[in-house]
């Protein structure tokens, strides 16, 4: 009897479970004064890791106070392991 509960409390888990992504790849984004999106061909802006993206957006602040920088991440589509999504996209 126990089995049978611990059986179907696994398919549960497992199908309303996420795959879980990491982002790969980090941008810099840089802002001029009034706020907008501005590019700066002279300068490095993609990055494998945060850690790295981070320090060069310190580095960057310090050289260019008048523009203003933030980090964008590429994140990957996330799907989720789900009957219902089954049911709803064959339905489409």
Known sequence: M???FYFY??????FS??????????NIIVY???GKE???????TNFKTRQDATSFVKEYKNRF?????????????????T????ILRDQR
């Open 65 to 81: 106070p008048q523009y203003d920088f933030s980090i964008g991440e590429n994140m990957p589509e996330i799907k989720r392991r």
């Open 2 to 4: 126990y089995r049978i």
């Open 9 to 14: 409390l696994g398919v549960l888990w497992y």
């Open 32 to 34: 001029d004064i009034l």
């Open 38 to 44: 501005f590019k700066l061909d002279w300068i490095r």
């Open 83 to 86: 009957i219902f999504s089954k």
């Open 17 to 26: 479970t996420k795959y879980h992504a990491k982002s790969n790849q980090y």
